[in-house]
C-alpha cells in the first residue's frame, strides 16, 4: 500500500496511479509495487517538515 499527498495543481486518478507504477517499475522488484494506492489532501508532518510516519501509521490502523 502506498499513501500518497499529491503535489499542488496535480489531481489524483487512474492516470496518476498508472505514473506511479510506472515510475516503481525499473526501480523496484516487482513484488515491492504497492498494490493499492491511496490519495491524501495532507499527510502529518513533523515542525521540521518531514513525514510523520508513525502518526502516518496511528492514523492509518485507528480509522
Given amino acids: 500500500m502506498a499513501l500518497v ?5 496535480v489531481s489524483a486518478g487512474d492516470e496518476l496511479t ?8 525499473p526501480r ?15 499527510l502529518p508532518r513533523t515542525p521540521t517538515g518531514k513525514l510523520s ?3 502516518v501509521r ?4 485507528s480509522g
Fill in 53 to 55: 510516519r508513525r502518526n
Fill in 28 to 42: 523496484l522488484a516487482r513484488l515491492k509495487h504497492p498494490r493499492v494506492i491511496e490519495y491524501r489532501e495532507s
Fill in 5 to 9: 499527498q499529491p503535489a499542488a495543481g
Fill in 18 to 25: 498508472a505514473e506511479l507504477l510506472r515510475h516503481c517499475a
Fill in 58 to 61: 496511528e492514523a492509518y490502523l
